[in-house]
């Protein structure tokens, strides 16, 4: 065997090895193939790579400008929502969901939410209880209220699924006809859904098999009529059967997961309600706070469905 040279003192090779040095904690944001400090913008199809705008080629294709990858591959543009989630577990982002509501600012959002809850509270109250003049009128309002918070809550889908890292702002206060189209945008996909189940709970009982059944296949279609509502902005497009069953059966995971999290959290909404309702002086105010809270982790789990798996649904 022949001998094995050893390097000369003082060479690289020989020299004594350097101490690691730790640099702060990478960003795990996914990057540029060739540029690792520098956001992707395409992605390519046939290679699956990620790519900035210096590593893709420019082209005019009879009037259509294309970008193309190395390997020959026409580039897809990515979004920035897009760019930010391609690599992330979808239960990383169901658990950030909690802390989503506290982002930017969402702590003065949520005292508003709070306050328009509590106030729709009362006057609900008030119009069971007093005269048929001021009662409707509370009513009134109270309908208003809820339709305003109920705008905002799907403004939370529509801009989770569009990427937001925040919580939007406040819709137009003072359109009370928008805010009533943000009821309708919440109650009518909640009634076609859960309809069925109350229609065999008058007819059978609540208790009955088929009712439960029909309350569970409400829980499976609701998150998914919403997400697809958001995303083609269109509240028939959620309301479709076909549409809603073929995207659940291309994510059945993560779908399952998001879904299971969302019923969790309604159930909670009654237990919080009861529970803060015994506290005397602010369990009004507690109830509400907790209440309005939930409903935007809520909403923002269906926004992740859409976010994230935007590409997997039946957006035909």
Known sequence: MGSVTQPAQGSPASAAPQSRVIGPK?????????????????????????????????????????????????????????????QEPFARHLAAAFSYPFAGQGRYLLAG??????????????????????????????????????????????????????????????DPIGSLQGLGRLLVPAAVCFGPAYAAGRLFGSASIACWLLVLGGLLCFPMSLALSALLWSLLAGLSPRRVFRSIARLPRDYFAACGLFTVLLALLPCVLVGTGAVPWVGGLLGASAAFYLLIVSMRVIGLIGLVHARDLDLS
Do not use: K
């Open 26 to 86: 990478r960003d795990p944001s996914p990057c540029c193939a060739h540029h690792p400090h520098v956001a992707p913008t395409n992605c390519c199809p046939r290679c699956g790579s990620l790519l900035c705008d210096a590593c893709v080629t420019v082209r005019d294709v009879r009037g259509v400008v294309i970008e193309v990858c190395a390997c020959g591959g026409v580039c897809e543009p990515l979004s920035a929502a897009e760019a930010g989630v391609a």
């Open 113 to 174: 939410g709070t306050a328009a809850v509590a106030v729709a509270q009362t006057l609900l109250t008030m119009g069971m209880s007093v005269g048929p003049i001021f009662g409707c009128t509370a009513l009134l309002l109270s309908v208003i209220l809820l339709g305003y918070v109920a705008d905002y809550l799907m403004d939370v889908v529509v801009s989770t699924t569009r990427g937001g890292a925040e919580p939007p702002d406040w819709p137009d206060f003072f």
